[in-house]
């Protein structure tokens, strides 16, 4: 993409009534766009982020033999009360559709999924099952100042499963957690993201939440270094040690829920009588997990960790462009030179935003491009093309070198 015709611009600065460094910087590069309170807009370098992350959930779902579907926003009030949710959850938008009837905006879907799948669920011989959707949700929440993390319109993937017994969902959890872990590894989170336990008796089985350490975190763990495990702090109470190794030097760390999952067991398939006809024809509740992971808290949340005082440094995975592309060029030659490079790395696969700005200068072209954060910048100029060559640098490092022009696809594609 040529940066002459992105409508986006950056931005010096933004309201100081956002402290968190995920907005801040965000914002400023052009990510995002504020409309109000927790409710953001996606702008095209932001959305090639969110979707490289929505992509890598959807691939590692999809191996986890997950059917993707989408489920609506808008829920009946009935439903919410099969749960007795609807006075309960308190973060529930709640409004009023044509012919005055009670509507909520989904802030989840169990409510939604369980008689959907209920509809095609009769025997044994439909189960396992798994579902899941990557999807807007929308819950009211108190405080919303921390930029993504913690949005009232936010993104999220869901994913459920139906199981004939809890051996069987046992298994397909323990699963579910080896893929998120993984997941976040490929987002580049992998390091300061622990598996960590939750809530509910001590160390419950029925709940696991995934933590990422950073500074504007609402939660507290007690990290295991050790074991790579967390402790939640609600239930750090009952127990003073890692309850893995009894390493009784946990580090206390405020973080960010990135994912949360759960052993639902009987809870929704009691409320909408979902069951299935056994071996010996008795029919038997279906026994559920749920398994939450929230995609733009996931792009906020790499952002809070992975940036400098000059901007962000994404991570490869999920970086809006492969190269930053950055043309010093005045020459008409010279001109042509780089938007033929430009054309060159598109061909064979190679994602480059182009800074073909004419009129910027040098300075504001390097400062632009150390604040949006692709990995790897190429500068060209009379300079470099004096050896017929081009300077890269990749963003997380400060030295640069001359790389051959002939030589750069190669280079480029070398890990
Ligand atoms: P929190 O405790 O942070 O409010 P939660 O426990 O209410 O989150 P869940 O219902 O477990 O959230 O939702 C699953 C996942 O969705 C969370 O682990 C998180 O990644 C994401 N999520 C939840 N609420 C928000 C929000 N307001 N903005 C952005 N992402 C969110
Ligand atoms: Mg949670």
């Not at 929704?268 to 006809?277: E, H, I, V």
Request: charged fraction near 25%; glycine fraction near 6%; charge should be neutral.
């Amino acid at each position: 993409m040529k940066q002459s015709q992105l409508f986006t611009k950056t931005k010096k600065t933004i309201s100081e009534q956002e402290p968190s460094i995920n907005a801040q910087l965000l914002e400023r590069a052009g990510f995002v766009s504020k409309l109000m309170s927790g409710v953001y807009s996606y702008l095209p370098l932001g959305l090639r982020v969110l979707t490289k992350i929505e992509n890598i959930v959807r691939q590692e779902m999809n191996k986890l033999a997950g059917q993707e579907i989408l489920m609506s926003g808008l829920q009946p009030k009935e439903n919410w009360l099969q749960t007795q949710r609807w006075d309960k959850v308190d973060i529930l938008f709640k409004l009023k559709g044509a012919g005055d009837r009670d509507l909520a905006l989904g802030p989840t879907h169990e409510e939604i999924i369980t008689p959907l799948v209920g509809q095609y669920i009769q025997s044994y011989k439909d189960l396992p099952q798994y579902v899941y959707q990557i999807q807007t949700k929308f819950r009211n929440e108190a405080r919303a100042k921390s930029g993504l993390l913690r949005g009232r319109e936010f993104r999220m993937k869901d994913l459920y499963s139906f199981h004939t017994n809890e051996k069987d969902l046992d298994e397909y959890y323990d699963k579910v957690i080896t893929t998120y872990l993984r997941i976040f590894e490929r987002c580049g989170l992998g390091e300061l993201t622990y598996l960590t336990f939750a809530s509910g008796g001590i160390f419950s089985k029925y709940s696991h939440e995934f933590q990422t350490v950073t500074q504007y975190g609402e939660d507290i763990v007690h990290v295991c270094l050790k074991c790579k495990i967390a402790i939640n702090k609600e239930i750090i109470a009952d127990q003073s040690s890692c309850p893995v190794c009894g390493n009784q030097d946990l580090k206390e760390e405020k973080a960010i829920e990135v994912g949360n999952i759960f052993k639902l067991m009987q809870r929704f398939s009691d409320a909408f009588s979902l069951a299935f006809t056994d071996k010996e024809g008795k029919q038997q509740p279906v026994v559920m997990g749920c398994y939450g992971l929230g995609t733009s808290r996931l792009m906020g949340s790499i952002v809070e960790i992975l940036h400098d005082e000059k901007g962000i440094i994404w991570p490869k995975e999920v970086a809006p462009f492969h190269v930053h592309l950055i043309s010093l060029a005045r020459e008409e030659a010279e001109i042509e030179k780089a938007e033929q490079l430009y054309l060159d790395l598109q061909r064979v696969g190679i994602e480059v935003l182009y800074d073909d700005r004419a009129g910027v200068q040098a300075g504001q072209k390097f400062a632009d491009s150390d604040l949006i954060g692709i990995p790897l910048r190429i500068v060209i100029s009379a300079k470099t093309l004096a050896q017929n060559s081009v300077e890269v640098k990749e963003r997380a490092k400060s030295t640069a070198e001359l790389i051959e022009i002939d030589k750069l696809v190669e280079f480029i594609n070398r890990d």
